[in-house]
């Protein structure tokens, strides 16, 4: 059965810190990672990793792809209280995406 | 401005009554779908389309009927044989399969 695994499930650190969030994925025909940020309602797009070892960077957000080891990682360097938020990933097959559960991030001021 | 309209952003529902969440894309994507989220758990896909005229079931499609008519629209409606629909339904669209889903802003539906 086609999962991915997020972890951890929460976090919450002081303004400043640098996070790394995790995804791992065993999906049959796997095509894509992405990553999502929701912070109220709309999960709004991140990244979309599709080879291993090229990072993808998006200001202070950056995030790898290991399609050896069937992980990914997200890092965000200097947090912000903007940064708060559940951080989605989700693994593309064929047809569709299979969704973690999230990290719920909490960045203290 | 293109994006993704759900309506309504609440929504409650007797015991026994048929409700139908809207969802209207101006994106001219070809692939829409539904998704469920439910506290603590990723979001679960409950049907989607690829083209007008034609969709499909996913995971958890028992108790829900979708159509689409249009391209612009997704429709679903949650019917009375979906014993548990409190949640928050969450509505996408994608230019390809799979592939880069804009969302809309989502319903929370509450039974009464």
């Known amino acids: 059965e086609d999962k991915v695994v997020q972890s951890p499930l929460s976090l919450v650190v002081h303004e400043g810190d640098t996070v790394t969030l995790n995804c791992s994925y065993e999906?049959?025909?796997?095509?894509?990672l992405l990553w999502y940020k929701q912070e109220k309602k709309a999960p709004t797009f991140l990244f979309m990793l599709t080879s291993s070892g090229i990072e993808k960077k998006s200001g202070r957000l950056s995030s790898i792809l290991d399609k050896k080891e069937l992980f990914s990682i997200l890092n965000i360097t200097a947090t912000q209280t903007g940064d708060s938020a559940i951080y989605l990933c989700?693994?593309?097959?064929?047809?569709?995406?299979?969704w973690g559960a999230g990290t719920k991030l909490i960045i203290k001021p | 401005d293109g994006g993704i309209t759900q309506s309504p952003k609440y929504l409650f529902r007797k015991e026994g009554q048929n409700v139908t969440l809207s969802c209207e894309q101006n994106?001219?994507?070809?692939?829409m779908y539904w998704y469920r989220q439910d506290p603590g758990q990723g979001l679960r896909l409950i049907y989607y389309?690829?083209?007008?005229?034609?969709?499909q079931k996913g995971d958890i499609a028992e108790g829900y009927s979708v159509s689409r008519e249009k391209k612009e629209s997704f429709p679903l409606t949650v019917t009375s044989a979906q014993k548990n629909p409190t949640a928050f339904y969450l509505c996408?669209?994608?230019?390809?399969?799979?592939?880069?889903?804009?969302f809309g802003s989502g319903t929370q539906l509450s039974v009464l």
């Open positions: 389309s690829q083209i007008v005229n034609d969709f």
């Open positions: 999906v049959t025909n796997f095509r894509s």
């Open positions: 989700a693994a593309g097959s064929n047809y569709q995406l299979i």
């Open positions: 994106l001219n994507h070809d692939a």
């Open positions: 996408a669209s994608s230019i390809e399969t799979p592939g880069v889903l804009f």
